[in-house]
């Protein structure tokens, strides 16, 4: 699924399933309405793991509500981790600088194999967008990260797609090893 529509799906899913789902942490204003990868990591990974310590990270993106800078910075983050003893989810967001824990039930698909050191830099994640796609991003389009987890093992990438203003997708798809940063395939 690309990175986009797995961001429409997040935001329907806010919108819709709130109702069943529970607060897990009080609304919290961003000193910086605008974190970097790795704050918004530490920061969602404290409240996942004050919500259940057994929670790991299953989804990290940006979204079409705030793409990713150069700097490594977004306005919209989600995050999702899964704890297999409340056999439910936290949904961790950000968006126009205040940050919102959800708890639902349900499982967790596959869980992206992330070692305790994976590549949390979103700089270098936007250098190797710039590199794969510069003439995409000089033509208006922004870009996308999400992680994702192959069928077969689990194996963890970054998945860096370009979107432009109403959805509009390149078709360019980087993916990144989620643990070492290095650059495994480019399709387009």
């Known amino acids: 699924m690309h990175v986009r529509w797995a961001a429409i799906a997040v935001v329907l899913g806010l919108w819709v399933g709130k109702a069943n789902a529970e607060a897990v942490c009080k609304p919290e204003q961003l ?10 990591y530490a920061m969602a990974e404290r409240h996942a793991k004050a919500w259940k310590s057994d929670a790991v990270p299953t989804q990290i993106s940006t979204t079409t509500l705030g793409l990713l800078q150069a700097d490594g910075r ?31 039930a349900g499982s967790a698909g596959r869980i992206p194999d992330l070692k305790p050191d994976f590549v949390r830099d979103g700089a270098k994640l936007y250098a190797i967008a710039k590199q794969q796609g510069g003439n995409l991003i000089a033509d208006g389009y922004g870009v996308m990260i999400g992680t994702a987890a192959a069928p077969s093992n689990r194996h963890a990438t970054w998945n860096i797609t370009y979107t432009k203003e109403g959805g509009k997708d390149s078709g360019l798809l980087v993916l990144v090893d989620a643990n070492t940063g290095a650059v495994e395939k480019v399709i387009k």
């Not at 989810?89 to 205040?98: M, Y």
């Open 31 to 40: 000193k910086n309405p605008s974190p970097t990868l790795a704050e918004v």
């Open 74 to 104: 977004a306005a919209s983050w989600h995050l999702l981790f899964y704890s297999e003893s409340a056999k439910s989810n936290v949904a961790i967001d950000t968006f126009r600088g205040s940050l919102n824990c959800w708890a639902d």
